[in-house]
């Protein structure tokens, strides 16, 4: 069984920075993607940044150039450096696995519980 557990999120000020982490759990044979999604108040979740198994990344418009995503694969962890964080990226920031492969033969896509980034002064 995968899990996926955030970690990161909090309140800062407009410009600062904060780095997320999405930690997996159980033995993942290959995976397609690792995305990170965030979801504001009112608003409908959306892809914020990718990363292919390969390692290409694609962001959002809205933050490219500010927010990086990497992974550290002995680690088994993704990562989201958030920096010249504004109002409007408070939200609350998913991973999402894509194309999961296990041992036991199985495939499929798996969600983290999320945490919350607040950024206000």
């Known amino acids: 069984q995968v899990q996926l557990v955030e970690s990161g999120g909090g309140v800062v000020q407009p410009g600062g920075s904060l780095r997320l982490s999405c930690a997996a759990s159980?033995?993942?044979?290959?995976?397609?993607?690792m995305i990170w999604y965030r979801q504001g108040p009112g608003k409908e979740r959306e892809s914020v940044a990718a990363i292919s198994s390969r390692g290409k990344t694609n962001y959002a418009d809205s933050v490219k150039g500010r927010f990086t995503i990497s992974r550290d694969n002995a680690k088994g962890t993704l990562y989201l450096q958030m920096n010249s964080l504004k109002p409007e990226d408070t939200a609350v920031y998913y991973c999402?696995?894509?194309?999961?492969?296990?041992?036991?033969?199985?495939?499929?896509?798996?969600w983290g519980q999320g945490t919350q980034v607040i950024v206000s002064s």
């Open positions: 999402n696995a894509v194309g999961v492969h296990t041992p036991d033969g199985k495939s499929g896509d798996y």
């Open positions: 159980g033995t993942i044979l290959s995976f397609n993607g």
